[in-house]
């Protein structure tokens, strides 16, 4: 069955706007985050974005609205959570390296809690908390040694990553806890890696948390919070037939296999989930080049734009929107001067020409955020549904 392509009514209004740029459909992040707020609230769970997924204004406005709070990982991202008007009470703080300065951001701003990942993390902090006079609302984050089968390059919570505090750091963990007098422990956190696409990973990481909990409370060690990070993955594969994610089997699954003590309340960060399906990478056609090998489309848009081919082979649905020729198969391939600046390998596309609009699909997380001016690039703009309804042909 042929799906209606999403992007469909708003092409005439593509080809009026200069390329590369970057698409949202706004009424499809406003259902996202509708579904995943009210499969949420079923249990009393409490959600952070992840900033780093998308940190563009109008995006963070429906997330606001939704009363979702954000999970940070620099300083300049705490900031911009308070600038986009994000309550300090609902922002968290992660991160594997944060300097003095940020710390002290978090600090002066009186942040949910600033999730250390390292003991030596909870050293520093304690010590800024000191010389700011203040008690300090921190979690720790624990690696919890589980494979999430995802990309080796998005996976967080393997012995080896350098995410989290270790089971055999307990020992000194509990007695840094004990002795820190600027700290308070309110949260303990985990979050395993990004795009995690199998169920039964969740439910592994929820039996590990347990066990993790069970055993921080017999060393005396008890909290009011506790957060499962991120990671649920989207399906790049189907952008239009599949465009929000089961949020409802994701949350059925903490609830049902996540010991929960009483009094504490359930966080999550999730970022991908609520923003990939909505963005899209639009791009123009600029050459085919037919080799004896291989068939070339060349597009205006290249890995400073959508990095994440590049950074971790992943995989984006690519579709033509101006033709419907009969197929080809074709490398959609970008302009900069590296052998990785390419979208797909063997993509079918209808015969393609100069001119020809291409949607790089599910661009929403991680897309704009990872831009940079690699061959003096300039960055793409964004354009949003609800504005764009207006631009004629
Ligand atoms: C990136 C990140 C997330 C979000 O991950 P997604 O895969 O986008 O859901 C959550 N928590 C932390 C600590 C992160 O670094």
Redesign the pocket.
Same mark, same amino acid.
């Given at each position: 069955m042929q799906t209606l392509n999403l992007l469909q009514k708003y092409i005439p209004a593509f080809r009026t706007l200069k390329t590369p740029f970057y698409f949202y459909d706004m009424e499809l992040l406003q259902r996202t985050v509708n579904a995943c707020k009210q499969a949420m609230s079923k249990y009393g769970y409490h959600e952070h974005y +992840?900033l780093?997924?998308n940190n563009n204004a109008p995006v963070l406005k429906v997330i606001r609205e939704a009363g979702f709070g954000i999970?940070c990982?620099s300083g300049n991202e705490v900031l911009w959570a308070i600038r986009q008007g994000f309550p300090v009470e609902k922002i968290v703080y992660?991160g594997v390296g944060k300097t003095d300065e940020e710390i002290n951001t978090a600090i002066g701003h009186n942040i949910f809690c600033i999730?250390c990942e390292s003991t030596q993390e909870i050293d520093i902090v304690n010590r800024l908390a000191a010389e700011a006079g203040k008690t300090v609302a921190i979690s720790v984050r624990l690696n919890p040694a589980i494979d999430p089968h995802t990309h080796e390059y998005i996976t967080?919570g393997l012995e080896e990553n350098k995410f989290g505090i270790s089971e055999w750091e307990f020992g000194v963990m509990v007695e840094k806890l004990k002795t820190a007098t600027h700290l308070q422990l309110i949260a303990v956190h985990v979050?395993l890696g990004?795009?995690i696409t199998e169920a039964p990973i969740f439910q592994q990481l929820c039996t590990r948390f347990n066990q993790l909990q069970e055993k921080l409370r017999q060393e005396g060690i008890t909290v009011a919070h506790v957060n499962m %990070? %991120? %990671? !649920?993955g989207v399906d790049y594969d189907n952008p239009d037939s599949c465009p929000i994610v089961d949020f409802e089997s994701y949350f059925a699954t903490f609830h049902e296999h996540l010991k929960v003590y009483e009094g504490q309340t359930v966080h999550f960060? !999730? %970022?991908? +989930?609520l923003v990939a399906p909505c963005g899209s990478l639009i791009t123009k056609t600029l050459y085919v080049k037919n080799g004896q090998k291989k068939n070339f489309v060349v597009v205006d848009a290249g890995m400073t734009d959508l990095l994440r081919p590049a950074l971790y082979q992943a995989h984006h649905a690519i579709q033509q929107l101006s033709s419907q020729k009969t197929a080809e198969i074709y490398d959609v391939v970008g302009p900069i001067c590296e052998s990785s600046d390419f979208f797909g390998k063997n993509i079918s596309l209808p015969q393609t020409q100069r001119g020809d609009l291409i949607a790089i699909r599910t661009a929403g997380?991680y897309g704009q955020t990872m831009n940079m001016r690699y061959n003096l690039r300039n960055l793409p703009d964004a354009y949003y549904s609800d504005e764009i309804k207006n631009v004629q042909k």
């Open positions: +992840a780093k997924a999970d990982v992660s999730n967080t979050h990004s795009q %990070g %991120g %990671g !649920l960060e !999730l %970022g991908r +989930a997380a």
